[in-house]
Nanobody, 114 residues
Framework: QVLVVESGGGLVQPGGSLRVSCVVS????????MAWFRQAPGNQREWVAS???????AYTDSVMGRFTISRDNVTNMVYLQMTSLKPEDTAVYYC????????WGRGTQVTVSS
């Protein structure tokens, strides 16, 4: 079973920045596209950003210009750099393939609050 472990979440003030990370137990190079999702309390899990195997990103409209997804195919890491954070970004953040084919990790909590 492929394991996914997210980390890097925390409490940050509005307007602040945070980087969350994800390590995958098998080669993400062979997995192709990778993605970040998030789930806020009472909401369904939603797609946030994706990155192709050769590094081309895509973002949901609400994070465009504020978040940056990246990947390291050697260390099997996927990153999400978040800037200009807003309270509505508060959620548990997860990584997976865009088609959600991997078992979900535990996620990492991001809380944006003053």
């Amino acid at each position: 079973q492929v394991l996914v472990v997210e980390s890097g979440g925390g409490l940050v003030q509005p307007g602040g920045s945070l980087r969350v990370s994800c390590v995958v137990s098998t080669s993400i190079f062979s997995r192709g596209d990778m993605a970040w999702f998030r789930q806020a309390p009472g909401n369904q899990r939603e797609w946030v950003a994706s990155i192709t195997g050769n590094g081309r990103p895509a973002y949901t409209d609400s994070v465009m210009g504020r978040f940056t997804i990246s990947r390291d195919n050697v260390t099997n890491m996927v990153y999400l750099q978040m800037t200009s954070l807003k309270p509505e970004d508060t959620a548990v953040y997860y990584c997976n393939t865009p088609s959600q084919e991997l078992a979900w990790g535990r996620g990492t909590q991001v809380t944006v609050s003053s």
